[in-house]
């Protein structure tokens, strides 16, 4: 005999609501990435040139071509990202799976160098960037949308004075989001309560 009692269905969690939960790819990166603390190196990198790549185009965007990214970009091994010559670059431009703008990956190239200099000058991008909070997360509950803040103000500051291009304050604040400097996880979103960042 069948039994008539049908599973239990799944609880859905709830999440930020700019997350798009028909993407699995998005799904991930929210739940396991994104406002979550990050202090490895090579992560930073493939974070920094990701977002630079976003500006005027929407995240969900680029982290569609994610794969594509770390397969044309040395899996964001930042000492050959640095040594990519001018013929390195063109290659780039003629590859579909990644957004072909010349002034971007001329940009990532550029920035790999400066951030192999941070990492020399502070032991790692790491400390550096950490450096700017004491090592805290900011945590904010609040539900507002924020572009930048004095923060994110600060650190694009201090990158354009090193020379990095395509940090703005906007695109910073999102980098140190990514990097879970800053945990702008909405009040009701599971992420925020399990217990914010770990």
Not at 41 to 63: K, N, R, T
Not at 133 to 154: F, H, M, W, Y
Request: with cysteine.
């Amino acid at each position: 005999m069948k039994p008539t009692h049908e599973p239990e269905p799944i609880e859905k969690k709830k999440r930020c609501r700019w997350v798009n939960e028909k993407n699995p790819a998005y799904i991930h990166y929210h739940d396991e990435e994104w406002g979550r603390p990050h202090r490895d190196d090579p992560y930073l990198f493939e974070m920094l040139v990701l977002e630079a790549f976003q500006a005027g185009l929407s995240w969900e965007c680029v982290l569609n071509k994610r794969p594509a990214f770390r397969k044309a970009f040395d899996g964001f091994d930042c000492q050959k990202v640095a040594a990519y010559t001018p013929e390195t670059i063109s290659r780039l431009m003629e590859d579909p799976g990644i957004i072909r703008n010349r002034l971007k990956i001329q940009a990532a190239v550029h920035n790999a160098g400066i951030f192999l200099k941070i990492q020399e000058e502070f032991g790692s991008f790491s400390d550096y960037l950490w450096h700017f909070t004491e090592g805290k997360t900011v945590v904010n509950r609040d539900g507002i949308l924020r572009a930048t803040s004095p923060l994110s103000d600060q650190v694009s500051k201090d990158l354009k004075r090193r020379g990095m291009k395509f940090t703005g304050s906007v695109m910073v604040y999102s980098y140190l989001q990514a990097a879970g400097i800053i945990d702008d996880h909405e009040p009701d979103c599971f992420c925020a309560q399990s217990g914010g960042p770990t």
